[in-house]
């Protein structure tokens, strides 16, 4: 599916240098992308304007907050009905500690969540404590994360 946008090469230079350092000043971003600050100020506000750039987030080192432990759990639903995973997702994007929720297939579960927590007893805390009082939740499968190998948020651009 294409975008929407046309996007040319500036925008792409545009797009590649922010995922890789959102915190650049316009004029620096300009520099890199070989832009005068005014046009390429324009064509970044365009970029928001049209949902290409959704959002610029800081990035925080979880080790620096004590999130030490990260799980990769599967989630299985009694019943595949919208009331039930109206329920789930709701009580689940209430949870600080869910980082990332997806409705899945191909899997034996329905949901597949990214949990950030400090230690194991925590984690203990948010599975039973939480997690497995949804209601239609019949299952969960955790696995931990030992070491991340590719961690980006940069999206590819060579398809467009």
Do not use: W
Not at 134 to 152: N, P, Q
């Amino acid at each position: 599916m294409k975008s929407s946008i046309s996007l040319d090469r500036f925008d792409l230079k545009i797009l590649r240098e922010l995922q890789h350092d959102g915190d650049l000043s316009n004029q620096d971003l300009a520099e890199k992308v070989g832009l005068t600050a005014a046009p390429c100020s324009r064509r970044v506000k365009q970029l928001q304007e049209s949902g290409v750039i959704r959002d610029r987030v800081v990035r925080l080192n979880e080790r620096a907050i004590d999130l030490n432990l990260f799980a990769i759990l599967h989630i299985s639903m009694d019943k595949h009905i919208p009331e039930r995973f109206e329920t789930f997702e709701k009580t689940i994007q209430s949870l600080p500690e869910v980082m990332e929720c997806y409705l899945i297939t191909g899997h034996d579960a329905d949901y597949q969540l990214k949990v950030a927590v400090p230690d194991m007893d925590r984690y203990h805390d948010i599975l039973l404590g939480k997690i497995t009082r949804i209601t239609g939740v019949t299952g969960v499968k955790s696995a931990f994360i030992m070491r991340k190998v590719v961690d980006s948020t940069a999206m590819p651009l060579d398809y467009i």
